[in-house]
């Protein structure tokens, strides 16, 4: 266990359905429950990096109502370690009042922010990194992100550009943000590649203290809400405050926020393709789980929830077979998941049964 002054607190944001997993991941079903990273549920996972690193009486997991239980079956946690929102509004107001909670038990404590959907490896060097990173935080008094080196163009990341160093721990490297850009497109993504700049993680070590006036000093979205939480109306506070990101409400205008490199391999599991990054492929580069046979077939993600799958002389595609839906699609469409799903029939994306006419 790691004994720090002042106190760690940890948050993982377990919230959202991940519908660019659909079929396999649905409202009932959201991707946090879903071995997507490796043999366990993501949160399994995730929880499982930082065992023995926080108490579990310093732990909270973020998220709604109706995933409390789910999530309790699938880790044994106590109903304590939720903070349930009443509403969707976005990282922003759910790390607020995460922090105000924390803030409340334990004014001096550092709280570190992480997502119940990342594929990290090794975890000894992410456990690592997070204690280099409170000791950046703490010392300067920064909302510190943790980044990481680019290995490709990616347009759905937000990427950081460095600024001027500071002092860390031996072994890792931290800077001030000089600035923040959101999901550029390809050719913006390339230079930025080029030009040195990480990709933002989205995982977050802080001083409650600090990241509270960061909020009150730049976020009118969430601030003019915080007094709900004074009185304990922690639903008032869920209605009154905007759906806003965290990154939008308080890292971009603040101009206390640093970064420190990874030192671990990280991937947001956030589509299909990721898949094809964090699980090992066969010599055609097929990326196959459950019972698949392949036969001429080369670059297919394809994932067998029930049943048997037999592809044959097709190359490229992304193939999802459950007990309820079977999806087919070419790998380079499956960045466009959540479009499609607009059009699908809700029941279908349910898993109900419904019509059988097609969708242009």
């Not at 969430?222 to 405050?241: P, T």
């Not at 799958?309 to 839906?325: E, K, M, R, S, Y």
Request: aromatic share 6%; proline share 7%.
């Amino acid at each position: 266990m790691v004994t720090v002054r002042p106190p760690l607190w940890v948050t993982i944001l377990a919230g959202g359905s991940g519908s660019r997993f659909w079929p396999l991941s649905t409202s009932a079903r959201p991707k946090q429950l879903l071995p997507l990273a490796g043999p366990d549920p993501l949160i399994v996972d995730t929880l499982e990096r930082i065992r023995g690193f926080v108490p579990p009486e310093r732990l909270r997991i973020l998220t709604a109502e109706e995933m409390v239980a789910p999530i309790r079956a699938a880790t044994g946690l106590e109903r304590d370690a939720f903070l349930v929102e009443p509403c969707a509004r976005g990282t922003g107001p759910a790390l607020a009042r995460a922090a105000w909670e924390i803030a409340n038990t334990e004014p001096e404590a550092i709280m570190v922010s992480l997502h119940a959907d990342h594929f990290i490896r090794p975890p000894d060097a992410f456990r690592n990194l997070l204690k280099a990173g409170m000791a950046v935080a703490q010392k300067e008094q920064l909302l510190l992100t943790v980044a990481v080196h680019p290995d490709r163009p990616e347009t759905g990341y937000g990427y950081i550009k460095p600024g001027d160093s500071l002092d860390a721990p031996e072994g890792h490297s931290a800077y001030r943000v000089d600035s923040f850009v959101e999901k550029p497109d390809a050719v913006t993504a390339a230079h930025y590649v080029a030009s040195g700049y990480r990709w933002n993680s989205g995982i977050f070590i802080w001083p409650v203290a600090t990241f509270l006036d960061e909020v009150r000093a730049h976020s009118p979205e969430i601030r003019g809400a915080l007094h709900h939480l004074e009185r304990g109306d922690v639903a008032a506070f869920f209605r009154e405050a905007e759906t806003v990101t965290v990154d939008v409400a308080v890292l971009e205008p603040s101009l206390r926020v640093g970064s420190i490199d990874a030192t671990f391999q990280w991937d947001d599991v956030g589509s299909w393709e990721s898949l094809s990054r964090t699980r090992a492929a066969d010599d055609g580069g097929n990326v196959c789980e459950g019972d698949v046979f392949l036969l001429n077939a080369a670059r297919n993600i394809v994932v067998a929830e029930s049943g048997r799958i037999v592809l044959a002389g097709v190359q490229n595609l992304l193939v999802v077979q459950t007990d309820h839906v079977t999806l087919v699609m070419p790998r380079s469409e499956a960045d466009k998941m959540k479009q499609y799903l607009e059009q699908l029939p809700e029941g279908l994306m349910r898993h109900e049964k419904v019509g059988t006419d097609s969708l242009d």
